[in-house]
């Protein structure tokens, strides 16, 4: 009994921590290199729960499509707001770069109330990725299932590309000294253009994504910031290596605490993430504080 809950905990911890991890490195990614605190990561995530539940709700387009839409949807967005107001305040204070993110979070929120509802939406998977699959003698929710193969699939391809091609070796250049780096010849705006919009895309997508999981309602991007800092904070910034184990923590951490201790909530997470940071302030993987 206590091995079949420990496998049930495990596996829908890990789907939640895969989500929060495709959502949030872009996060950790951009913070890192460009200094910027955005607060309004949240909103390219509901950004793309929308546009899957819109497009596959209203228009009947297949899911397969509908996440590709979210993913490219959310980068467009991305490049547009980094070109017309991020780009504009790398320089200024930490309390401009908050208020201008919380100002992005109270237009989305009014916009997504307007345009939505104030319900959380719903969308019909389709038939292959509905029901269950056994695995090994168990039962496991299908597209749980789904989210935990594609996102490994997902994260591998992003480890590759920023660990072992000319472009990640730019982009980690950037992120360790970017004087440096553009002392030697590096377009550090160009890097800082496209490395935003792979993050709002990776946001995007995260949310599309997790529509099961993280309900996509105008609330969204207050509702779960805390857990993509916590990542971020806890991975540290500019890896893609920390927020993975560090979202798998908070995950299965967050999961276990809400089945077997339900009325504490996420406070062991939360107290866990205190202590740990407390011994590493850059977090577990993090070269910056």
């Known amino acids: 009994m206590l091995l079949s809950e420990i ?52 228009y009947g387009v297949p899911f397969p499509l509908a996440l590709l839409a979210a993913f490219v949807g959310t980068a467009v967005i991305g490049l547009i707001l980094e070109r017309l107001l991020y780009s504009r305040l790398y320089d200024a204070g930490e309390l401009v770069q908050v208020l201008l993110c919380i100002g992005l979070i109270f237009i989305a929120v009014a916009l997504a109330r307007i345009g939505f509802g104030a319900q959380a939406q719903r969308v019909a998977l389709p038939g292959y990725l509905q029901g269950q699959v056994s695995i090994l003698g168990r039962d496991f929710i299908a597209y749980r299932v789904f989210i935990i193969i594609f996102s490994a699939l997902l994260i591998t391809a992003l480890w590759i590309v920023i660990e072992r091609t000319r472009w990640g070796a730019i982009v980690r250049a950037a992120v360790d000294n970017g004087r440096m780096a553009q002392s030697i010849g590096i377009n550090t705006a160009m890097v800082f253009t496209l490395t935003f919009m792979l993050g709002s895309g990776l946001a995007g997508l995260g949310g599309a994504l997790g529509v099961d999981l993280l309900s996509v ?26 927020p993975f184990f560090a979202a798998l923590l908070i995950g299965i951490g967050d999961t276990a605490c809400k089945y077997w201790v339900p009325e504490f909530g996420s406070f062991f997470v939360f107290l866990a993430v205190t202590v740990i940071l407390g011994l590493r302030p850059k977090g577990l993987f993090g070269t910056r504080a």
């Open 217 to 242: 309602q105008p609330t969204y991007p207050f509702e779960y910031l805390i857990y993509f800092l916590i990542v971020v904070a806890l991975g540290g910034l500019g890896t893609v290596r920390g």
């Open 7 to 58: 496998v049930s905990v495990l596996f829908h911890g890990a789907a939640y921590g895969t989500i929060l991890y495709v959502i949030s490195v872009g996060l950790s990614v951009t913070m890192g290199l460009m200094g910027f605190a955005n607060l309004a990561h949240g909103v390219f995530a509901m950004a793309g729960g929308y546009t899957l539940t819109t497009l596959m709700g209203w």
